[in-house]
């Protein structure tokens, strides 16, 4: 089932479905506080209010093609953001008191007033909380294993929009205190276009900080530049960060295999044809931005594989449609199948809107015996 929704989700039918649900709930806010504002003040605002709305949403949409390395731009989007997550949280709380209504009748619009007020607070705590980092642990026993090894493991950090270089700093800092032997990157390590306006001397410095006693390595994600951007990797040489794009290497505990991730490179190598090329025994640890890599893991008889992309939805309702998309092994947390461990992190950033409601911003903790 999850895969045709993974299809329809991705097509041009659900992108404008999303249209006309989002312009509907643009007008449905409109209707339910400019109720509130007449009644409150004896004003009509309604046109005005259906203006500010779309406006804002308009301008999300068209982000993509705006000139980001201007900051103005950057710090609009941002607002932008921050209101629409208060809108979201809004319509939401206006379906639930209109539901309410069904069976209680309210005669005064003022009753929408405590819909905002939830609004704001669950805003707000969403803000705080994805700035929030959580440690998630999982044991894994591997084959073969003599000695315990820690691993850390980040995914979908972000850095950019939201996501600063204070943020990073926490993340960097909350990492090391873990002493882990293994750092591994899962990708995304930066927001949507973000190389591009980013000073990549002070980001490199403080992933420079990243303590690992057998070494840090990372993968791309969806977010970052192309593995043919010759940049990607004379920042990670910077950042003292191993970088691996359908490579493989040797470490001494494992055989670390690092995939380019599928949707920035849908002909990449085949997983079968990269790990011919290994000669040892030793456990297999493959890291692939997408969850879809962990089918390829499960043949190729990978004993670990690591993933993120998928914030766990990050928020509601989008992690309903997340889980839907990627089933119950690709959306978040750990699976085994067969002899193939599989983890899947909800990430330790956030993007397009700056909040978590029901996810955690995390970094995952392996111990592998």
Not at 17 to 35: D, H, M, P
Not at 149 to 166: C, E, M, P, Q
Request: glycine content about 6%; overall charge positive; hydrophobic content about 45%.
């Amino acid at each position: 089932m999850y895969k045709g929704f993974a299809k329809f989700i991705r097509g041009k039918a659900f992108s404008i479905l999303f249209l006309i649900v989002s312009f509907l709930s643009v007008g449905y806010t409109t209707v339910r506080i400019g109720a509130v504002l007449e009644c409150c003040f004896a004003v009509k605002v309604y046109g005005v209010l259906f203006g500010i709305f779309l406006l804002l949403f308009g301008y999300m949409l068209l982000y993509h093609t705006s000139k980001r390395k201007i900051k103005k731009t950057r710090s609009f989007y941002e607002l932008c953001s921050v209101v629409l997550s208060f809108l979201l949280n809004l319509v939401l709380c206006l379906l639930a008191e209109d539901f309410i209504g069904m069976f209680i009748h309210f005669s005064d619009s003022k009753v929408y007033i405590l819909a905002i007020i939830v609004s704001v607070l669950l805003t707000v705590y969403g803000f705080l909380h994805a700035n929030h980092i959580y440690i998630k642990h999982y044991a894994i026993p591997l084959e073969d294993r003599k000695n315990p090894v820690k691993v850390a493991f980040l995914s979908d950090i972000h850095t950019g929009t939201f996501v600063n270089k204070r943020q990073l700093r926490k993340i960097i800092d909350q990492t090391n205190r873990m002493q882990c032997d293994y750092v591994l990157i899962a990708g995304d390590t930066f927001d949507v276009d973000a190389f591009d306006y980013c000073n990549l001397s002070e980001i490199a410095e403080e992933l420079q900080r990243l303590k690992a006693v057998k070494g840090v390595y990372a993968i791309l994600g969806n977010h970052d530049p192309v593995s043919t951007d010759a940049r990607m990797r004379e920042f990670f040489q910077k950042s003292k960060i191993r970088l691996l794009v359908d490579e493989i290497i040797e470490t001494e505990d494992f055989i670390i295999i690092g995939r380019d991730d599928i949707n920035s490179n849908p002909k990449r190598k085949a997983l079968t044809e990269i790990v011919q090329k290994i000669c040892s025994d030793k456990p297999k640890i493959l890291m692939d931005h997408n969850p879809v890599g962990i089918a390829d893991g499960i043949q190729n008889n990978i004993d670990l594989v690591v993933c993120g992309h998928t914030h766990k939805g990050q928020f509601f309702p989008a992690n309903l449609f997340t889980k839907w998309s990627y089933g119950k092994q690709g959306f978040y947390g750990y699976s085994k199948t067969n002899k193939t461990h599989s983890i899947v992190s909800s990430g330790a950033g956030y993007f397009q809107m700056p909040i978590r409601i029901g996810t955690n911003s995390e970094i995952v903790q392996i111990d592998i015996t």
